[in-house]
C-alpha cells in the first residue's frame, strides 16, 4: 500500500531565512509525488509535482522539491521565507492506475514570524 | 472560469437529518471525487468516480453516498448525519488517472449538532 508520512505537524521559520518542510513516501511503484498548500479557509492549490522527468522539481512561489528515491523522501524547500507563505502544506502521493485517488500526508502547518 | 464549484459553503444540520453536498466542474474532467479533512489527518478520501455512471468507494465512505449521472456532477448524499462527519469537505477533479494536477472547490464547512 501507498502512503505519505510528514515529519513534522508544525514548522515556524523566521521571515527571510530558509524554509525546509519534510515527506517521506511509501510506494511499490515509481511514485507521482505532489505539494498542495492551503492558505486559512481556502481551497488547495497545486504547487509542484514530480514527474520521473527530473529529481529536482521547481514550483510556484519559489519552492522546490527534490526526490530521492534511496531515503524515498520528496521534502519540500524555499532559499526564502516570505509571510505570505504562511499556511497548511500537504505532501501527496497519487497511486499508479487507481482511479486518480490522492493519498494526503497529515499535513505540516508553516508559521512565518516577521 | 469556474473550475469546481461546491455550494454550500456552511451547512449546520441537525442529528439525522439528510443532505446533499453539490459539486459542479466545468473543465470536462472524467476523474472526480470527495474528500473529508479533519485537523492532523490530512485529506481522506470518500468516494470517487473514473467518469459517468462509474463510482468507487475510498477510504472512509461509511454514511456517504455518491451518483455521476453527468459528467460534470458529482454530489455527496449524508443519508442519516451524524457528528462525526462533522468535518470540511472538498471536492476535486482531474483529467487523468495519476500523475496530473487535481483542482479542488472551495470546501463545505458542515457541522452536525
Known amino acids: 500500500a501507498q502512503s505519505v508520512t510528514q515529519l513534522d505537524s508544525h514548522v515556524s521559520v523566521s521571515e527571510g531565512t530558509p524554509v525546509l518542510l519534510r515527506c517521506n513516501y511509501s510506494?511499490?511503484?515509481?511514485?507521482?509525488l505532489f505539494w498542495y498548500v492551503q492558505h486559512p479557509n481556502k481551497g488547495l492549490q497545486l504547487l509542484l509535482k514530480?514527474?520521473?522527468?527530473?529529481?529536482l522539481v521547481k514550483g510556484i512561489n519559489g519552492f522546490e522539491a527534490e526526490f530521492k528515491k534511496s531515503e524515498t523522501s520528496f521534502h519540500l524547500t524555499k532559499p526564502s521565507a516570505h509571510m505570505s507563505d504562511a499556511a497548511e502544506y500537504f505532501c501527496?502521493?497519487?497511486?499508479?492506475?487507481?482511479?486518480?485517488?490522492?493519498?494526503f500526508g497529515q499535513g505540516t502547518e508553516l508559521s512565518v514570524k516577521p | 472560469n469556474a473550475g469546481v464549484t461546491q455550494t454550500p459553503k456552511f451547512q449546520v444540520l441537525k442529528t439525522g437529518q439528510s443532505m446533499t453536498l453539490q459539486c459542479a466542474q466545468d473543465?470536462?474532467?472524467?476523474?472526480m471525487s470527495w474528500y473529508r479533512q479533519d485537523p492532523g489527518m490530512g485529506l481522506r478520501l470518500i468516494h470517487y468516480?473514473?467518469?459517468?455512471?462509474?463510482?468507487d468507494q475510498g477510504e472512509v465512505p461509511n454514511g456517504y453516498n455518491v451518483s455521476r449521472s453527468t459528467t460534470e456532477d458529482f454530489p455527496l448524499r449524508l443519508l442519516s448525519a451524524a457528528p462525526s462527519q462533522t468535518s470540511v469537505y472538498f471536492c476535486?477533479?482531474?483529467?487523468?488517472?495519476?500523475?496530473?494536477?487535481?483542482?479542488f472547490g472551495q470546501g463545505t464547512r458542515l457541522t452536525v449538532v
Open positions: 476535486a477533479s482531474h483529467v487523468g488517472a495519476s500523475n496530473t494536477e487535481a483542482f
Open positions: 468516480s473514473v467518469g459517468a455512471g462509474i463510482t
Open positions: 510506494s511499490s511503484y515509481s511514485p507521482s
Open positions: 514530480y514527474t520521473s522527468a527530473a529529481t
Open positions: 501527496v502521493v497519487s497511486p499508479y492506475n487507481q482511479g486518480g485517488k490522492l493519498i
Open positions: 473543465m470536462n474532467h472524467e476523474y
